[in-house]
């Protein structure tokens, strides 16, 4: 069964950092694609970030530059470290197998929470 469960998400103030791990078990982590993305409320979901299996990273506009995605092959984990958070950030981010073409069909986590506010 394939899982993807997430942590590290909170309230934190604008220009603020969070660290997301998202843990994966289930299937061949080290040859899939993994992706972040992102579900703010009352709105449809956004892919944020995605890392290939060799470890390119590739991201949306609107995290790049602030956002990092990595991955650990031996620990079957994917991490985004996001950095000068915006209030736009708020959102539930997810945890999803696939690219920036494919993860909408494929498995995703339940998410966690982020929430930036003064």
């Known amino acids: 069964e394939v899982q993807l469960v997430e942590s590290g998400g909170g309230s934190v103030q604008p220009g603020g950092s969070l660290r997301l791990t998202c843990l994966a078990s289930?299937?061949?982590?080290?040859?899939?694609?993994m992706s972040w993305v992102r579900q703010a409320p009352g709105k449809g979901f956004e892919w944020v970030a995605g890392i290939s299996s060799d470890e390119n990273p590739y991201y949306a506009d609107s995290v790049k530059g602030r956002f990092t995605i990595s991955r650990d092959n031996t620990k079957d984990t994917v991490t985004l470290q996001m950095d000068s958070l915006k209030p736009e950030d708020t959102a539930v981010y997810l945890c999803?197998?696939?690219?920036?073409?494919?993860?909408?069909?494929?498995?995703r986590g339940q998410g966690t929470q982020v929430t930036v506010s003064s």
């Open positions: 999803a197998i696939g690219s920036v073409m494919s993860w909408k069909t494929r498995p």
């Open positions: 289930g299937f061949t982590f080290s040859t899939s694609a």
